[in-house]
């Protein structure tokens, strides 16, 4: 039997990761831990909820024993904007963190931990188009540091300790139910906002500027999907994971064939040049091979169905 604890659960990821965990398995049998922000009342009733610092050895062991734990998907993390104003708290949150867990895993004998990484490990000297699983990791944000680390971190404890880690670097994360807190890809997630609340939106970073992006529904299917992969497929812990790649302008135009009055200017900040330094796609061939990674959606797809889930949700 599966045992999952999700932390992070209250975050963009974590909220609709676990409700697609407990599609999946029973519902007890899929925990949500969360720590900074407070749920929703409806979250907490659709199942277990604990209150868990991932910095709280005490905390994550105690609920890891007593909730007899097998899997952790950890997506308890601070992202890249927010990491360039504090990164001293980013460091501690995620190389802490993730220590954290790794250590309880191995200590427990977890069945499975699984990782978000992120496209934040690219920086310098990557080619930025098809950038390839293995690279050269020479991030220039704190955050891109601590994912970089993580992944080797991720690589010892399988190798020194059989600790099975497996881990997706995931893109921009575009998503309906919760907003994302903190990174330089949520201007995308923004724009759908405006757009159906009737706004203007100011974009902070410039109209031509391509990232690779997903559909949430795509980077839950990644997680999933890789967690039941037979280990022996895998050649790798880490993966890229590839979706669409759009700029700033093109998304405002796709936004545009749906909702026709949509107005956006651009007006670039200090997360300009974090966007600057990652790649605008990525050669997620490993992927493809080793477990068939397939997205199910394009750019004009997941425009219809966060402009009708939002306008549900919001109007
Ligand atoms: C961020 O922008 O920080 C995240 C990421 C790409 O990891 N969405």
Not at 59 to 81: C, F, G, R
Not at 196 to 220: H, K, N, Q
Not at 235 to 263: C, H, K, Q, W
């Amino acid at each position: 039997m599966t045992k999952i604890l999700v932390t992070g659960a209250v975050g963009q990821i974590g909220t609709e990761l676990v409700q697609a965990l407990r599609t999946r398995y029973e519902r007890d049998d899929v925990v949500a831990a969360g720590h900074r922000t407070k749920p929703t009342q409806d979250f907490i009733n659709s199942g277990p909820f604990v209150y868990l610092n991932v910095l709280d050895r005490k905390q994550l062991a105690e609920a890891v024993a007593d909730n007899k734990i097998d899997t952790i998907y950890h997506m308890a993390s601070v992202l890249s904007a927010v990491g360039e104003l504090n990164p001293q708290l980013c460091y501690e949150v995620n190389t802490g963190g993730l220590y954290n867990i790794l250590e309880i895993a191995r200590k427990h004998k977890l069945e499975r931990v699984m990782l978000a990484s992120s496209i934040a490990v690219f920086g310098v000297g990557v080619p930025r188009d098809r950038a390839p699983n293995d690279a050269v990791l020479l991030p220039t944000t704190m955050y891109g540091v601590t994912k970089v680390s993580g992944e080797l971190l991720a690589r010892y404890y399988f190798s020194k300790f059989g600790v099975d880690v497996r881990s997706v670097r995931l893109p921009g994360i575009i998503s309906s139910e919760t907003l994302p807190g903190g990174g330089t890809t949520d201007y995308a997630v923004e724009m759908y906002y405006a757009a159906v609340e009737g706004r203007s939106y100011t974009c902070f970073v410039r109209e031509e500027t391509a990232l690779p992006m997903m559909y949430m529904a795509d980077a839950i299917k990644a997680l999933i999907e890789l967690a039941q992969v037979e280990g022996s497929r895998l050649t790798r812990r880490v993966y890229n994971v590839n979706s669409m790649s759009f700029s700033a302008g093109e998304l405002a135009r796709s936004i545009r064939r749906v909702v026709p009055d949509f107005t956006c200017e651009y007006k670039p900040d200090y997360r300009q040049a974090i966007a600057d330094s990652w790649p605008i796609s990525l050669d997620d061939s490993p992927a493809r091979q080793d477990w068939n990674w397939r997205p199910d959606y394009d750019l004009d797809k997941m425009t219809a169905e966060m402009i009708e889930r939002l306008r549900t949700r919001l109007t």
